[in-house]
């Protein structure tokens, strides 16, 4: 049987080492605020908002809850994002997206400044992951990813990985950072011809397509490691991952399970970037 790789013990090592940059940056006087920026009451929004907030409070990050309404105008929107840019008691603006169809959604993602941009959305950021430099911070879920294989000492120096998924939330950003780390990397997308034969070729899946169980025992091969970042719902209402995971079981070497993979460790990241974007503007005093 295969490995599972649990996001649960990433996250509780992710959360130790946040207590001791939050201590740390406690003795000069700062502590690491999330501001949540939401319009309306989406309740997929306020689900991540709770998740967000507990989390935060788990390892003394304050939060900081900026809520307008719906039909909130976009003048009132901009003034409200300008005001939390500005304020130096605010380190991190996660955006709630998608936004009412009176504020253009592309003005608003390119409106916040990468220094304060944990989600990791803007040009800015993604030029950062693109060039590995500390422009921002890159998207949570891609971290995430790579994050597990850190946590399990996957090696990825010369291996071969294979990215199902050519999103700017995951796929692409994680496939840059594969590299970043010496992996040789195939995007596999809906135009890729024979995506099994690619898949079975690789040491390492990052199964990121939004396809409930599209990867099945074609698309594997034994030993290799397979993340999946699918979060997709079946006709009982249970969650299910990208890959087929009874097929995976009898196959792999390990791989991550949904629920309690990717999506326990996503949440962590989101709060390390705000302390990382703390200890960046301590570090201009």
């Not at 049987?1 to 946040?18: Q, R, S, T, W």
């Not at 502590?31 to 309740?43: C, D, K, M, N």
């Not at 899946?205 to 025992?217: N, Y």
Request: charged share 25%.
């Amino acid at each position: 049987m295969a490995e599972i790789l649990k996001g649960a013990p990433v996250m509780k090592a992710l959360n130790a080492k946040m207590q001791e940059k939050v201590a740390a940056l406690a003795e000069k006087g700062i502590t690491p605020t999330l501001a949540i920026f939401r319009v309306g009451e989406r309740e997929d929004d306020l689900s991540y908002e709770r998740g967000a907030m507990k989390r935060c409070e788990s390892v003394g990050v304050a939060v900081k809850n900026v809520v307008l309404p719906a039909d909130v105008s976009e003048e009132e929107f901009f003034k409200t994002l300008d005001a939390l840019h500005n304020a130096k008691d605010v380190h991190g603006i996660p955006l709630f997206r998608p936004l009412p169809k009176q504020i253009d959604g592309e003005k608003a993602r390119q409106s916040i400044a990468p220094a304060k941009d944990v989600d990791g959305c803007t040009d800015g950021s993604l030029a950062g992951v693109f060039t590995n430099t500390k422009l921002g911070y890159p998207p949570c879920t891609a971290q995430a990813a790579m994050e597990i294989l850190k946590f399990y000492g996957v090696e990825l120096k010369g291996k071969k990985a294979a990215v199902i998924g050519r999103s700017l939330v995951i796929g692409r950003p994680v496939a840059m950072m594969l590299m970043h780390e010496n992996a040789t990397v195939t995007i596999c997308h809906t135009k890729t011809k024979d995506v099994p034969s690619i898949t079975r070729d690789a040491d390492i899946i990052i199964a990121a397509a939004g396809q409930m169980e599209s990867v099945t025992a074609e698309y594997l091969s034994a030993g290799q490691t397979i993340i999946d970042v699918g979060i997709n719902v079946d006709a009982e209402g249970n969650l299910k991952g990208d890959v087929k995971a009874s097929d995976a079981d009898g196959i792999v070497a390990a791989y991550t399970p949904v629920p309690g993979g990717v999506g326990t460790v996503t949440t962590s990241v989101l709060v390390g970037h705000v302390v990382e974007a703390a200890e960046r503007y301590a570090a201009t005093l």
